[in-house]
């Protein structure tokens, strides 16, 4: 049993792995010797962050728009093209919109469900052939998608964010769903379901009051990306083979200790 946590020679995609929660995961994958793929929108960003994470060991960029069907497809070829066997999918790309609910545009609905749920679901059919050859019974493929606490519970007050919260709580439904229909072919699909990192998401609530946030979280303070990467390392290894259809809620006891 020591070597539960290893995920060496994996090969891993991680979509929106620029920036926040994805980059962190990116980076403890490929400091683990996971061969690492990221994709994101901005070509500059990405290929920045990937110049970063080439240091410590090998990581691809491949700039892709994942927002609409042509861009999921393109960018899952792309994959295929390149790698016979995928072991790791993490569905990170994300995006959110605020507005007062009698000015909710129909845009900012579109936007996010089709980018949080729609191209989720999509690029994880698109990728199944090259996860099928890459899982067992006893190290299986997997799938990560990124949820949000915002999936489980009432963002709160000021927090308009009506897309963004729903289009979690389907990611949720929709890791249950697909985990029960691919266990059959040696794929787990599990998520996390993060609060409080340091991302573009969090900014306007962390700028200037990041000290505070933290000390209103039980654990005393927000987010690292150790936390996010050793989560995502679990349920990438061996020790989370057994784990299926489960979202972990990461947010440092925030939900626990809710009233």
Not at 159 to 179: E, F, G, I, P, R
Not at 194 to 223: D, Q
Request: with cysteine; hydrophobic share 45%.
């Amino acid at each position: 049993m020591k070597n539960l946590f290893d995920v060496s020679g994996k090969v891993a995609v991680v979509t929106g792995g620029s920036r926040g929660i994805g980059a962190m995961i990116a980076r403890g994958f490929v400091e683990n010797g996971v061969k690492t793929y990221i994709t994101a929108r901005k070509q500059v960003e990405l290929d920045a962050t990937a110049a970063e994470l080439s240091k410590l060991g090998e990581c691809i960029a491949i700039a892709s728009d994942l927002s609409t069907l042509e861009g999921v497809t393109a960018f899952a070829d792309e994959i295929k093209s390149r790698e016979e066997k995928v072991d790791i999918l993490v569905n990170n790309a994300g995006a959110t919109w605020g507005a007062q609910i009698d000015e909710f545009p129909e845009a900012g609905w579109d936007k996010v469900m089709d980018l949080n749920v729609k191209s989720l679901f999509f690029l994880t059919q698109q990728l199944l052939p090259a996860m099928r050859n890459a899982g067992d019974a006893e190290d299986p493929a997997r799938v990560i998608n990124i949820a949000s606490v915002n999936g489980f519970f009432y963002p709160g007050p000021g927090m308009n964010t009506y897309s963004y919260s729903s289009s979690k709580a389907a990611v949720v439904h929709l890791t249950k769903h697909l985990s029960a229909d691919l266990v059959k072919d040696h794929i787990n699909v599990n998520g996390i379901a993060p609060g409080f990192f340091p991302s573009k998401m969090t900014a306007f609530a962390l700028e200037n009051h990041e000290a505070e946030v933290a000390a209103a979280n039980p654990r005393g303070r927000i987010g690292s990306p150790e936390d996010a990467a050793g989560t995502a390392i679990y349920l990438s290894s061996r020790a989370s083979a057994w784990v299926i259809g489960e979202t972990i809620i990461l947010d440092g006891g925030q939900c626990a200790t809710a009233h």
